[in-house]
């Protein structure tokens, strides 16, 4: 089992930037890859960005400029910082989990970002 707790959601003005980070615990070894969803109000959630357990990494491609994801090993922590962010970026945001040989995973509990002046 893998647990993922998010935190550094809040509201920001349009601009403005936040650091979410993604803590994990449990059976660290069976993660491949952390990955930032995101879910605006009304509609799917969607891929942001992902980080491999090799260090490589992925983004959507409608958001790049404008993060960059990023991990410490040491503290099983992976990052997302979001820069100049955009009302339209206004989300619960869900750190999610692949597993090593499995195609299921593990889902924190979300931190909701509002971008609002």
């Known amino acids: 089992q893998v647990q993922l707790v998010e935190s550094g959601g809040g509201l920001v003005q349009p601009g403005g930037s936040l650091e979410l980070s993604c803590a994990a615990s449990g059976i660290i070894s069976s993660i491949y890859a952390m990955n930032w969803y995101r879910q605006a109000p009304g509609k799917q959630r969607e891929l942001v960005a992902g980080?491999?357990?090799?260090?490589?990494?992925n983004y959507a491609r409608s958001v790049t400029r404008r993060l960059t994801i990023s991990r410490d090993n040491a503290k099983n922590t992976v990052y997302l910082q979001i820069d100049n962010l955009e009302p339209d970026a206004t989300a619960v945001y869900y750190c999610?989990?692949?597993?090593?040989?499995?195609?299921?995973?593990?889902w924190g509990q979300g931190t909701q970002v509002t971008v609002s002046s």
């Open positions: 999610y989990a692949s597993r090593v040989g499995r195609a299921d995973g593990y």
């Open positions: 980080i491999t357990r090799y260090g490589i990494t």
